[in-house]
């Protein structure tokens, strides 16, 4: 934001405390997403298959 340094110091802590609650529980996750899709969820999404994707069927919610 360009304008970040005129928002009230309130606002500034806000919008810095949203993104860290949203942030550090989407991280793990997203770093850790080699543990629930593998290739085959690309190519069933129609997406191409990343480096070092892991093998093995889609995943599948029962």
Not at 14 to 32: E, M, N, Q, S
Not at 40 to 55: E, L, M, Q
């Amino acid at each position: 934001m360009s304008d970040y340094h005129r928002l009230p110091a309130a606002h500034r802590f806000r919008a810095v405390g949203i993104t860290v609650a949203i942030g550090l529980p989407a991280f793990p996750p997203g770093k850790g997403n080699h543990l629930v899709l593998t290739c085959a969820d690309f190519s069933d999404s129609g997406d191409n298959t990343p480096r070092g994707c892991a093998p093995g069927p889609p995943y599948r919610l029962r």
